[in-house]
């Protein structure tokens, strides 16, 4: 898939003249792009067993810690659609870097929130930081790796940063909470930010290039998004009946409607609609929308389990989470290989079937079962998602374009970002509103369920072989 995307994303376009420039295999370049990847993917995770204690430190209810948590994905995914056009324009040296200074500061005034308010807020800063800083990321390697072999092995390597994130951010989390504090969860990046900002500054400056920005695009999406997630936030907390509640979802749909007005007649829209022409594009885009929802949300669900139910630490916590990611890596390779063999809808529909036992597994929790148990559970639906990820990507590209993987890759990383961020607020809705923890939770994995079985069907009436749209 990145390989694909490099190959053919605008941004890897505009690099690719500047490679002439930077030493060929560059380990520097590698380096601050595998450290931002890094701390981009843990920002995501690292939070959410840290919730109970923020929520102890500095006030706020469930809603309050669903902001802390969808306050960074929210913006990571409205803005990541621009952010390329946005390196392009300024050169994804000059984007990287900026970007990673602004995520360090947003770190060190989450760090220093003296109320849950400020702690929000520079969450959304970090989120447009990680926005600015994902393609950056990409094209600086294509730009350090003009060869396309070794090209392919650093990108294999940039992916280890992320994949050791997702896996680390839970234990990390609960570690750091459980020793020295809930805020040093967001120290630890000031460190790392350093040092690829001091590998960063012996990476040559990358080639600026005129990109067209949607800016109205833009805009809409993020109040569309940012409206929505409100409302469902704060109408579970509250209740739906609220004028406020009301009046948000009424802006997020008439966001929504401009924003599609917006693209279907703009001359350079973020989000060309003729992508979903094609339904192996619409679909895949609702499988990672529901994978996301059902990872994320069940993270965030069984943290608060198993501190506010269980009574466990932070660290102990973050424990039970080692047994659900200790072999995404594995399954990986695992999902690529069968999608070689068979196609890549055996490895997709088998991932979600497993997911959803997983889920279905998991409503069987009461408030007695045993920890251990508990995190055994929860290990397929980590594995479905390893093994559905890449073979729905190997099959969206080869569904477009080549001139439009970059773009397809984009989508579906919106989309994927947008499912986890609805879904800890729609769960976290369920769970103030229902009678018990358990009956919001069970509800929780319930629909999560539910949704990969429809998405599992829906990539099981997919052809074959995907269909080539028409690039309008």
Known sequence: MLKSLLKSSPTAGVV?????????????????????????????????VA???????????????????????????????SAGALSDRIGARRAFGGGLVLFALASAACGFAPGLGMLVAARLVQGAAAAVMMPASLALVRQGFPDQAKRARAIAVWTVGGAVAVAAGPVLGGALTATVGWRWIFFVNLPAGLLALALLARVPASPRLPARLDVVG?????????????????????????????????????????????????????????????????????????????????????SLYLQQERGQSALQAGLMFIPMTALVAVVNLASARLAARFGPRVPMVAGQLIGTA????LLTVGPHTHVWTVAVLMVPVGLGGALTVPALTAMLLDAVPAER??????????????????????????????????????????????????????TLALPRGGHQIIDA
Not at 21 to 44: E, H, M, W
Not at 256 to 282: D, E, I, K
Not at 358 to 361: P, T
Not at 440 to 447: C, N, Q, T, V
């Open 16 to 48: 690719a003249a500047g490679t002439q420039r930077s030493r060929d295999g560059s380990p520097v370049v590698l380096g601050a792009a595998l450290l931002g990847f890094f701390l981009i993917s843990l920002d995501a995770l690292i939070v959410t």
């Open 51 to 81: 919730l109970p204690d923020i929520g102890r430190s500095l006030g706020g209810g469930m809603s309050g810690l669903q902001w802390v948590v969808d306050g960074y994905t929210l913006m990571f995914a409205a803005l990541m659609l």
């Open 218 to 302: 833009q805009v809409t999406a993020v109040a569309a998004m940012g409206a929505l997630t409100y409302g469902v936030i704060e109408g579970g907390d509250e209740g739906f009946g609220r004028p406020l509640v009301m009046a948000s979802l009424l802006v997020a749909a008439a966001a929504a409607v401009a924003f599609l007005t917006v693209q279907a007649r703009g001359s350079h829209p973020m989000l060309p609609l003729p992508l979903f022409r094609s339904r192996v594009v619409a679909v895949s885009l609702v499988v990672g929308f529901m994978l996301n929802a059902a990872y994320y949300g069940g993270v965030f669900i069984f």
């Open 358 to 361: 997983g889920l279905g597994a």
């Open 405 to 458: 993987a970059g773009t397809a890759s984009a989508v579906l990383n919106t989309g994927r970002q947008v499912g986890g961020a609805i879904a800890v607020a729609v769960f976290g809705a369920l769970l103030a509103g229902a009678d018990t923890f358990l009956a919001g939770m069970r509800w929780s994995m319930l629909i999560a369920a539910a949704g990969l079985v429809l998405t599992a069907a829906a």
